[in-house]
């Protein structure tokens, strides 16, 4: 496996690990649907919670979170949309990133990163 797939699958994991200790109930690890995808949808409290997870070697470049851009931010919020029709869901929803620190294994959540419109 190519270095990057395994960085990102380690910083996967580290994650969801993070959020099953934080209370997160994990539904579905990356979810696809035509070309979008989410990396982790999770249920926490009255919340579907749509995560997507970033992984740096460091912060050189930019903070993790900060890869989450526009049109990033845009695929997820059709990815939802799609999961909310196919699932017949109807009920709060939320977008959180979470940065992995692959050099030092930190991990940062941010609850509520952004919202659709």
Do not use: C, T
Request: overall charge neutral; proline content about 1%; cysteine-free.
């Amino acid at each position: 496996m190519a270095k990057h797939l395994e960085s990102g699958r380690f910083g996967e994991n580290l994650a969801l690990n993070y959020l099953r200790k934080n209370g997160y109930e994990i539904l579905k690890v990356n979810w696809r649907y035509k070309y979008w995808e989410v990396d982790i949808i999770a249920k926490e409290g009255i919340y579907l919670v749509l995560v997507e997870i970033k992984s740096r070697k460091s912060n050189l470049f930019g903070e993790p979170a900060n890869f989450v851009d526009d049109k990033k931010q845009k695929n997820l919020i059709q990815a939802a949309e799609a999961h909310l029709k196919v699932n017949n869901y109807e009920g709060e929803i939320r977008f959180d990133i979470v940065s992995v620190y692959l050099d030092s294994d930190k991990i940062e959540l941010i609850k509520d990163a952004f919202w659709s419109n």
